[in-house]
């Protein structure tokens, strides 16, 4: 995966966000929540970097600031839906009895839009961090479930699990320690596509207004804010909106590299590519 500039790239770009994010009280200049009203709306400056918001407040600090708060949601839906996911779709995968109703369950959930589902939960137990968590795991969790249930049902009938059963190894060995490894590959692929979808609809329920507390910077609750000054003062909710598109390609990037590298079919495609090229350089040699 390393050896394609892009995902180097996209790597690069999340550890320093988060490493900056992190970090961000040792060497921001100027403090997020700093309210300056004789500076409202100033534009991108040697001072100012991203300008300043309607409270006077520097736009740079809040933007680095937030970025805490969404990846952390992020990160946690991503491995709370991926654990959820997992289980829900070994055991739907082998057993089939309990296939069918576990399956229904999961589609009747898929039926409704994760980011409508997630705004209803939130709607109803309020907008916390932990609450915003519960409500996206709840959403995305069955779209992994589906895919793991996937995975299982094409490795479950192979020699090796027909092995381990009539050797006498248990149910439990033989999902954990079998099947599980085998399906890691879209597993963890998944997981990074979660990831990013978590942080857009972090920021969109922050946007609605059903998120976190406004005071909290978050890039939801900044797009909310600058909404009224776009034409004002477009800066506002440029630089925002710009950090939430670099998160969520990054995060793309590396889910489709990821892919590429755990997928042996790219891989012989790849193979398949060099050896034509090869051939065809032959024969202009040959030619010339």
Do not use: C
């Not at 998120?211 to 978050?218: C, D, F, K, L, Y």
């Not at 034409?231 to 440029?238: G, R, V």
């Not at 998160?247 to 012989?268: E, M, W």
């Amino acid at each position: 995966m390393l050896k394609r500039k892009r995902n180097i790239i996209a790597l690069s770009v999340l550890l320093l966000m988060t490493l900056a994010t992190i970090t961000a009280s040792l060497w921001l200049p100027l403090s997020p929540s700093e309210i300056d009203p004789t500076k409202r709306l100033l534009g991108p400056s040697g001072h100012n970097w991203f300008g300043t918001d309607h409270f006077g407040r520097d736009i740079f600090a809040q933007t680095v600031v937030a970025a805490r708060v969404s990846l952390v949601v992020g990160a946690v839906v991503a491995v709370i839906s991926t654990i959820l996911g997992t289980i829900v779709g070994l055991v739907s995968g082998y057993y089939n009895k309990i296939d069918s109703i576990l399956m229904r369950i999961v589609d009747g959930m898929l039926a409704f839009p994760a980011l409508l589902l997630a705004l209803a939960l939130v709607a109803a137990v309020g907008g916390s961090i932990s609450n915003i968590i519960f409500a996206l795991s709840f959403a995305f969790f069955p779209v992994m479930a589906r895919v793991v249930r996937s995975a299982v049902l094409q490795v479950k009938n192979i020699q090796f699990i027909e092995a381990a059963k009539t050797t006498g190894t248990s149910d439990l060995s033989i999902l954990f320690q079998y099947i599980l490894p085998n399906v890691l590959s879209p597993i963890i692929v998944q997981g990074t596509f979660i990831f990013a979808r978590a942080i857009l609809a972090e920021a969109a329920l922050s946007f609605l207004g059903v998120g976190v507390n406004p005071a909290t910077p978050t890039w939801g609750n900044m797009l909310q804010e600058a909404q009224i000054y776009i034409t004002l003062a477009p800066w506002f909710s440029i630089f925002p909106g710009l950090a939430i598109v670099i998160t969520v390609l990054a995060l793309n990037i590396l889910g489709d590299g990821l892919r590429d590298a755990f997928d042996p079919h790219s891989k012989n495609r790849k193979k398949t590519k060099k050896r034509r090229v090869l051939s065809n350089k032959q024969k202009n040699v040959i030619a010339s």
